[in-house]
C-alpha cells in the first residue's frame, strides 16, 4: 500500500487552464471555498500583525475561558489565546501540505509527462519505480524518516508527498498517452516539433485539470496527516502551536472545556472542506468540457420541417431517413448543413455514403445516435428504425438503441477507447451494460468477440491496456466493442482512416466476414470512392448536405448520372480502369435487354 493512493479519474480533459478558472469563477460554493482559504492562507501569514497575543504567552488566571471580546476564540488549558494559536499553528500546517503537495506534484507530473510520451524501457522503468512506491507502506517510511530526521517535519512531509506521487503519475501517464495520439500531436510530431516543446504546448495544457482535482484532493490528505502528526506530538513538539496538537490539548480536557475542540477541530474541517470543494469543482467543469468537446450529448429535439424530398419507401428497408436537416447554432448564426435529405439502407445492406470533406457525412451518420453536440438542431419528417418511428422513442428507448440496435465505429480507435482502463474490463462493462450477466459470463463474451474480430491471444489482448494496442489492434476492439450489443446496424465513420494500407484491407476484410456472419447493415462513411468500390453494394454520394446520387455500386461507376459523381471517380485514378468495364458492363447487360 502506499502512504496514500489519490482518486483515479479515468476522464481526460481538454480544458485549458483559463477556461477552468473561468468555470470555477462561475461556481458560488468555489468561489466562497476559494475565500475561504485565501483568508486562512492569508490570516495565517500575517499572525503577527493581526493577533496581540503571542502565541506561547501563558495566563493561569485565564484558563479555559470561552470566547469573550478579549480573545475572541478563548483560552486553553495555559490561558493561552486559542486565536492566536490557530493562526501560528496554521503555519507549519499549510507549509507541511504545501512542501508534500509540491513533491506530490512535482513528481507526478515529470514522471507520468515522460512515462507518457516515452515508449518502452523509460516507460517501464517509470511504471517499476511507481509499483515499487505504491507496494512499500509509505505512512511507516514517514515514522521512520521522523525518527531517523530528529522530528523534522519537513522530511516527514517530502516522503508523504513521494509516496503518494505514485497514484498521479498513473493519472498523468493514462493521460499523456491518450493525448499523444491525437492527431494533432501526430501533426506537430511529423512537422518537426521537438519532444519537449509538443510535451509544454501539446499535451502538458490538456492535463491541467486532472492534475488540480488530484493536488487539491492531495493537500487535504497531507493536511489531515500533519494534523495526526501534531496530534501524536510529531513534527511541531509542544509547546509550539499546530492544529493538530491543539485537537490533542482539547481533546485532553473535552469533560471540562469542550468548546476548546470547536476552533481547532473546526479549522482543520473548513480547510480540508474548502480543498474538497475546489477538487470537486474542477472536476465538475472537466467533465463539462469534456463532454462539450467530444459532443457525448443529446440532441437538440425540434419540431420537424416541411421538406420537399420524396420520401423513399419502407420496403424491407431496416433505416428509413426521410427529409433529415441538421443546422449547427454558431456564433456567426443558425447554418444549415444537411439539407433535407433522404435514404434508406437495407437489411444486411453494404452502403457507403460518401462524399468529399465536409459534404455532412459525418453529421448525417450521428444525428441517428443522437451523438452530435448541443448546438445541433435536427429535423425530419420521418426516421425509422427497425420499424420504430425515432420521435416515438423515450430518451432511454434511443439511449438502448444506442449500441444495442445500432453500433458505431469512428474513425480514431485509440479515442473510442479509455485510456486508463484494460481492453476485457471495457469490454465486460459495455456487454454487462447491454445484458445483465454475471463478470465470469461476461469475460467469456469478452474472448469470443475479441476472437470474433480475429484478434490473435484474446486473452493477452484482454489484459493489455489501450496504448499497449497498435492501430490495426485497436480498431478490432473498438469493432469487437460495437458488437457487444449485437446491433443490426453498424455505423463505420472512416473506420481506416487512420490505419496504414495493408490493416486497412485487413479491417474490410473483416467488417465484410462478419456482415456475412451476423447479417447486420454496414452503413460505411469515407470521402474514399476506392473504398466504396470494394466494399460496398450501394452507395449514396452527398455533397454540400445534399444527396445527389444514390445507386448500386455497378450502376454508379457504370454510368454515374450526376457531375459531381463523375468528378469524384475521375479523382480517384485507380477508379478510372474500374469504371470502363462497369461501363462496357452496363452496356451489355442494356443491349441483352
Ligand atoms: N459542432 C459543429 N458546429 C458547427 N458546424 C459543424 C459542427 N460539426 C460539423 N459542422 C459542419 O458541418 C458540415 C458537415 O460536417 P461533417 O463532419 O459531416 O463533414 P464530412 O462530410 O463528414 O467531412 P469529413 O470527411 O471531413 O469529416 C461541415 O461544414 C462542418 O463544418
Not at 10 to 17: D, K, L, R, S
Not at 372 to 378: C, G, V
Request: aromatic share 4%.
Amino acid at each position: 500500500m502506499s502512504a496514500v493512493t489519490p482518486i483515479v479519474e479515468p476522464g481526460i480533459t481538454n480544458g485549458t487552464a483559463n477556461a477552468g478558472l473561468r468555470g470555477l469563477l462561475r461556481r458560488p460554493l468555489a468561489v466562497a471555498a476559494l475565500i475561504v482559504l485565501a483568508v486562512i492562507v492569508v490570516a495565517c501569514v500575517l499572525a503577527p500583525v493581526l493577533t496581540p497575543y503571542q502565541p506561547l504567552s501563558q495566563n493561569l488566571n485565564a484558563v479555559m475561558q470561552l470566547p469573550s471580546a478579549k480573545h475572541i476564540l478563548g483560552t486553553d488549558t495555559l490561558g493561552r489565546d486559542v486565536y492566536t494559536r490557530i493562526l501560528f499553528g496554521g503555519r507549519p500546517a499549510l507549509l507541511g501540505a504545501l512542501e508534500a503537495m509540491v513533491v506530490f506534484g512535482v513528481i507526478g507530473i515529470i514522471l507520468g509527462l515522460i512515462a507518457g510520451y516515452s515508449r518502452d524501457a523509460v516507460d517501464r522503468v517509470i511504471s517499476v519505480f511507481v509499483d515499487l512506491l505504491m507496494s512499500l507502506p509509505g505512512i511507516v517510511v514517514m515514522f521512520a524518516v521522523l525518527a531517523l530526521f530528529n522530528n523534522n517535519l519537513g522530511a516527514a512531509m517530502v516522503t508523504l508527498g513521494l509516496f503518494s506521487s505514485g497514484g498521479l503519475v498513473r493519472v498523468v501517464r493514462a493521460a499523456t498517452k491518450a493525448t499523444r495520439e491525437e492527431l494533432y500531436v501526430a501533426a506537430a510530431r511529423v512537422s518537426g516539433l521537438g519532444s519537449m516543446r509538443i510535451l509544454l504546448r501539446h499535451i502538458a495544457p490538456k492535463l491541467v485539470g486532472p492534475i488540480v482535482i488530484q493536488v487539491s484532493l492531495f493537500a487535504g490528505i497531507a493536511l489531515v496527516v500533519q494534523s495526526g502528526l501534531g496530534f501524536l506530538n510529531l513534527g511541531v513538539v509542544a509547546p509550539a502551536p499546530s492544529w493538530g496538537g491543539m485537537v490533542g490539548e482539547a481533546s485532553q480536557v473535552i469533560s471540562q472545556s469542550p468548546w476548546l475542540l470547536v476552533p481547532s477541530g473546526g479549522i482543520i474541517g473548513i480547510t480540508v472542506l474548502a480543498l474538497g470543494i475546489i477538487g470537486d469543482a474542477v472536476r465538475d467543469i472537466n467533465a463539462e468540457t469534456k463532454s462539450r468537446s467530444g459532443g457525448i450529448t443529446r440532441k437538440r429535439a425540434l419540431a420537424p420541417k416541411a421538406t420537399a424530398a420524396t420520401a423513399p419507401a419502407d420496403g424491407d428497408a431496416l433505416l428509413v431517413v426521410d427529409g433529415l436537416r441538421i443546422a449547427f447554432d454558431t456564433p456567426r448564426g443558425e447554418s444549415e448543413v444537411v439539407h433535407g435529405i433522404s435514404f434508406s439502407v437495407r437489411r444486411g445492406e453494404l452502403i457507403g455514403l460518401v462524399g468529399e470533406s465536409g459534404s455532412g457525412k459525418t453529421v448525417t451518420a450521428l444525428s441517428l445516435l443522437g451523438l452530435l453536440p448541443p448546438n445541433a438542431a435536427i429535423t425530419s419528417n420521418r426516421t425509422v428504425f427497425d420499424g420504430r418511428e425515432f420521435t416515438s422513442l423515450s430518451k432511454e428507448e434511443l439511449h438502448q438503441l444506442r449500441g444495442a440496435g445500432i453500433g458505431l465505429i469512428s474513425q480514431e480507435p485509440m479515442v473510442a477507447l479509455d485510456p486508463s482502463f484494460t481492453v476485457g474490463q471495457q469490454l465486460r462493462e459495455v456487454i454487462r451494460a447491454h445484458g445483465g450477466i454475471s463478470r465470469a459470463d461476461a469475460h467469456r463474451k469478452a474472448i469470443s468477440l475479441l476472437e470474433d474480430v480475429r484478434l490473435p491471444e484474446p486473452e493477452s489482448v484482454a489484459r493489455r491496456y489501450p496504448h499497449e494496442l497498435s492501430g490495426g489492434m485497436a480498431q478490432r476492439v473498438v469493432i469487437a466493442l460495437s458488437l457487444a450489443g449485437e446491433p443490426k446496424l453498424l455505423l463505420a465513420d472512416e473506420p481506416t482512416t487512420a490505419l496504414d494500407v495493408t490493416v486497412q484491407a485487413e479491417i474490410l476484410d473483416l467488417l465484410r466476414a462478419l456482415r456475412d456472419e451476423r447479417g447486420m447493415a454496414i452503413l460505411l462513411v469515407t470521402h474514399d470512392l476506392g473504398v466504396v468500390a470494394d466494399f460496398c453494394e450501394r452507395a449514396v454520394v452527398m455533397q454540400h448536405g445534399r444527396i445527389v446520387e444514390s445507386k448500386d455500386i455497378d450502376q454508379l461507376f457504370g454510368a454515374p448520372e450526376h457531375e459531381y459523381t463523375r468528378a469524384l471517380i475521375a479523382a480517384t485514378p485507380s477508379l478510372i480502369d474500374l469504371t470502363d468495364v462497369e461501363a462496357q458492363n452496363v452496356e451489355v447487360a442494356s443491349n441483352a435487354r
